[in-house]
């Protein structure tokens, strides 16, 4: 059975991958991860905030990266509360490559132009494989209009793209007027991979205390469809490789994903609450499963039932809605 697929310029042996997270804090946990098999490790993002703050001139004015603008805002968070600080990325992007084979990506947050893209850079010489950038962005600005919110980050990942050689990847966010329109745009200004979507973290009201509360629940598999739509249309439209972040938990989600159109298939939440052996099973099951049914490859599973190749393109589409809404009955079985 030939599970092996090729991201962001990467033979990978087969399509599970780590994603974006706490999971690459710890070498522990990342040779754990090396060991259930995982062909790839990515790290949680570095964010522009992180590498705008004043305590970081001086360390990038060393590295001569003139361009670099030292803007500190009382907004943001203190750098101690950030898990990894600039210099701790790369010690911690080094240290991963010397304790495990696979190659590692890592990730930049950050939504506007500016000196910190040089940092891109510094991970490149510090032996990423790859860059995922995650555009989680809240646009509060109600004259920065949709138009210059998706210029300004076609223009983003164009720089990026000047200034590294590694592969990039974007992880977007799955609210765009047009995603179609931004994923054609995003592949236009070289971008090597998409990653849908991040997961947006919505605080909540404590009616009590009268706070706004931060919380992180993990995912559960209710989020998949979302994005099982939206790789099935882009993996139809557009030739980028897609990458799905968000709601795998089980073996037929990660078969779901794969036939809507997904190359690389990320998980996250499954592995911080079974921890890196889960990756080990579902291997294992992708593989079974796909043996049973006579499949040799992933490569024949990939886009089998995306937009263009499914029975029912319409259910990917508006006639879906009007189907559904038309056709809903509180008690089926009533005619
Ligand atoms: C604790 C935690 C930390 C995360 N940190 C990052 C991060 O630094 N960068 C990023 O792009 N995504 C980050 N994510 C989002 C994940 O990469 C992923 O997109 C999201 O959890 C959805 O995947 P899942 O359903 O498999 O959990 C984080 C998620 C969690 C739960």
């Given at each position: 059975?030939?599970?092996?697929?090729?991201?962001?310029?990467?033979?990978?042996?087969h399509?599970?991958?780590?994603g974006?997270?706490?999971?690459a804090?710890e070498?522990?946990?990342?040779?754990?991860?090396?060991?259930?098999?995982?062909?790839a490790?990515?790290?949680?993002?570095?964010?522009?905030?992180?590498?705008?703050?004043?305590?970081?001139?001086?360390?990038?004015?060393?590295?001569?990266?003139?361009?670099?603008?030292?803007?500190?805002?009382?907004?943001?968070?203190?750098p101690?509360?950030?898990?990894?600080g600039?210099d701790?990325?790369l010690?911690?992007?080094?240290?991963?490559?010397?304790?495990?084979?696979?190659?590692?990506?890592?990730?930049?947050?950050?939504?506007?132009p500016?000196?910190?893209?040089?940092?891109?850079?510094?991970?490149?010489?510090?032996?990423?494989?790859?860059?995922?950038?995650?555009?989680?962005?809240?646009?509060?600005?109600?004259?920065?209009?949709?138009?210059?919110?998706?210029?300004?980050?076609?223009?983003?990942?164009?720089?990026l793209?000047?200034?590294?050689?590694?592969?990039?990847?974007?992880?977007?966010?799955?609210f765009?007027?047009?995603?179609?329109?931004?994923?054609?745009?995003l592949?236009?200004?070289?971008?090597?991979?998409?990653v849908?979507?991040?997961?947006l973290?919505?605080?909540?009201?404590d009616?009590?205390?009268?706070?706004?509360?931060?919380?992180l629940?993990?995912?559960?598999?209710?989020?998949?469809?979302?994005?099982?739509?939206?790789?099935?249309i882009?993996?139809?439209q557009r030739?980028?490789?897609?990458?799905?972040?968000?709601?795998?938990?089980?073996?037929?989600?990660?078969?779901?994903a794969?036939?809507?159109?997904?190359?690389?298939?990320?998980?996250?939440?499954?592995l911080?609450?079974?921890?890196?052996?889960?990756?080990?099973?579902?291997?294992?099951?992708?593989?079974?499963?796909?043996?049973?049914?006579?499949?040799?490859?992933?490569?024949?599973?990939?886009g089998?039932?995306?937009?263009?190749?499914?029975?029912?393109?319409?259910?990917?589409?508006?006639?879906?809605?009007?189907h559904?809404l038309?056709?809903?009955?509180?008690?089926?079985?009533?005619?």
């Amino acid at each position: 059975m030939d599970l092996s697929v090729e991201y962001l310029g990467l033979k990978l042996a087969h399509p599970l991958l780590p994603g974006a997270s706490p999971l690459a804090d710890e070498l522990g946990t990342v040779r754990a991860l090396e060991d259930a098999g995982a062909p790839a490790i990515v790290m949680r993002s570095l964010f522009e905030e992180q590498l705008t703050q004043e305590q970081l001139s001086t360390f990038m004015a060393t590295e001569g990266h003139q361009s670099f603008s030292a803007e500190a805002s009382s907004m943001l968070p203190e750098p101690s509360d950030y898990r990894l600080g600039p210099d701790r990325y790369l010690e911690q992007l080094r240290k991963i490559r010397a304790a495990v084979k696979v190659p590692v990506i890592a990730s930049l947050n950050g939504t506007t132009p500016g000196g910190w893209i040089d940092f891109a850079r510094l991970i490149e010489q510090a032996g990423a494989s790859a860059l995922e950038l995650n555009l989680y962005a809240v646009p509060t600005d109600p004259a920065r209009d949709g138009a210059t919110v998706e210029k300004d980050t076609l223009d983003l990942v164009r720089t990026l793209k000047g200034r590294i050689k590694i592969p990039v990847a974007v992880k977007l966010s799955p609210f765009y007027t047009s995603i179609s329109s931004v994923a054609r745009g995003l592949e236009e200004a070289g971008a090597d991979a998409l990653v849908l979507f991040n997961r947006l973290f919505e605080p909540e009201i404590d009616v009590d205390a009268l706070e706004v509360r931060r919380v992180l629940h993990l995912s559960d598999s209710s989020e998949l469809p979302l994005r099982l739509r939206w790789l099935a249309i882009l993996s139809a439209q557009r030739k980028i490789p897609l990458a799905i972040s968000g709601g795998v938990h089980e073996t037929v989600d990660i078969i779901r994903a794969l036939m809507a159109g997904a190359t690389a298939v990320q998980l996250v939440s499954t592995l911080l609450r079974n921890g890196p052996s889960r990756l080990l099973s579902l291997r294992a099951s992708l593989e079974r499963w796909l043996v049973e049914r006579e499949y040799t490859s992933v490569r024949q599973l990939r886009g089998s039932m995306n937009l263009k190749a499914c029975p029912d393109p319409s259910a990917y589409e508006r006639a879906n809605y009007i189907h559904l809404l038309h056709g809903w009955r509180e008690h089926p079985s009533v005619p």
